[in-house]
């Protein structure tokens, strides 16, 4: 196992009816801003129950964080922000509401020049930001306890990201309930997201990291037995609230402490919805299969070990299990019904060449837990995802 240190701040609130509760963990003197996405908040009752837990305090509103979350949108809330003094940001939605806040909070006490700095510069250059709490609506991304944001820009294209200790929710809520009313893409999105999380963390090489490694394969397989049913028992409180802390548990830094990570995956995966608009989902299901097939040989000790104690894959030659597992994961995420090729969702890989381009301008030329992925290797692994 590697050293690690791991700090997991996020006070999490977890179950049916934890919403009421949110007033305690917000300052009492706190001018409070609610910044959310494009309104499912207030069609599923999520607002109402998150203002009824504020009744008498003095609380702003910033709607229309859009899913991916642009600095164009973001920079209007950091006006807000200065405008009205706000000393706490309440995140309520999905992974895109919460890194946007995450910005937002970043970018209003940014002195040190343009806030996109803060993309360029990963986070390094972040000294402060205005304390956040989040109430999640959609389990997938884990950013409502991790200290990552996502942002896109977009007059340039650009979908970076930044990582910065100020930056973590001092609590989070999650309510199984409030997952509901998502429509069958965002469920399935979650699914994905979260399962591609833990790959990421788990499927690289083995350094005897037998607690991690388990955690992870846990996660998985609880994620494949209860996302197809999170789609066709959508009321189902258990599975719902199985989906979300599995989520949530796969990206708070846990399974990640002590062991290799590849992340390329996600690299791709950032450009490809910055040149098409794909779900950060979507892409990720068309790149890991592809990418798992070209790093076999690197990654074939944990391809066997995810054969066997994720997909029960024990009969047949190492190549035939390996090539098994990666089947499986593929039908899988067909079964939750997103495709996991270019072409199901009509593109024809024309604009490889220019997300290749935009990888390099964004200095990916050394992917995955070995540092071996060049950007000739990113574009073969996109092209065989055609
Ligand atoms: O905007 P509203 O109207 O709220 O609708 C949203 C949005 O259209 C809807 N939704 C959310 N909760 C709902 C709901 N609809 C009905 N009922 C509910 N309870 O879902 C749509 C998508 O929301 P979004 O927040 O964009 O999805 P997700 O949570 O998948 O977040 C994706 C973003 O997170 C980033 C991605 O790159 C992407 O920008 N990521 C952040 C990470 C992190 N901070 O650690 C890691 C991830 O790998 C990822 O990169
Ligand atoms: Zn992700």
Request: glycine share 10%; proline share 5%; charged share 20%.
């Amino acid at each position: 196992m590697n050293n690690f240190s791991l700090n997991t701040p996020t006070k999490i609130l977890f179950g049916k009816g934890q919403i009421a509760n949110l007033g305690k963990e917000i300052p009492a003197d706190a001018r409070i801003l609610i910044t959310y996405g494009g309104g499912s908040i207030k069609k599923n009752g999520v607002l109402d129950q998150v203002l009824k837990a504020l009744e008498g305090r003095p609380v702003f509103e910033f709607a229309g964080i859009e899913p991916n979350p642009s600095y164009e949108t973001l920079m209007k809330a950091v006006e807000v922000v200065k405008a009205q003094k706000i000393d706490y940001l309440l995140a309520v939605g999905g992974g895109s509401v919460a890194d946007g806040t995450k910005f937002i909070g970043a970018a209003a006490r940014y002195t040190a020049g343009d806030p996109w700095d803060i993309l360029l510069n990963r986070g390094a250059q972040v000294t402060s930001a205005v304390p956040m709490g989040c109430v999640l609506t959609l389990p997938a991304t884990g950013s409502e306890s991790n200290n990552g944001a996502v942002i896109s820009r977009l007059a340039t294209g650009d979908k970076l990201a930044f990582f910065s200790p100020y930056s973590y929710p001092t609590f989070a809520v999650l309510d199984p309930t409030v997952t509901y009313s998502l429509p069958a893409r965002q469920v399935a999105n979650g699914v994905v997201d979260a399962f591609v999380h833990t790959v990421e963390q788990y499927l690289t090489y083995p350094v005897q990291a037998k607690v991690q490694d388990r955690f992870s394969e846990g996660l998985l397989l609880t994620l494949i037995e209860e996302g197809p049913r999170a789609l066709a028992e959508p009321e189902n409180y258990d599975v719902r609230a199985n989906v979300m802390w599995s989520a949530t548990l796969a990206l708070n830094g846990l399974i990640g402490a002590g062991v290799p990570q590849d992340w390329a995956t996600h690299m791709l995966g950032h450009e490809l919805t910055a040149m098409h608009g794909l779900d950060h989902a979507q892409t990720l299901a068309i790149v890991l299969p592809s990418l798992l097939a070209y790093k076999k040989e690197q990654k074939r000790a944990k391809l066997l070990q995810y054969a066997e104690r994720v997909w029960h894959l024990r009969d047949g030659t190492e190549d035939q299990r390996i090539d098994g597992a990666i089947n499986a994961t593929r039908a899988f995420f067909e079964q939750m019904g997103v495709p996991t090729r270019l072409s199901g969702h009509g593109l024809d890989g024309s604009a490889i060449p220019a997300m290749i381009a935009k990888l390099k301008e964004h200095g990916c030329v050394a992917l995955g837990e070995h540092g071996d992925i060049t950007l000739e290797d990113s574009q073969r692994i996109l092209e065989a995802a055609r």
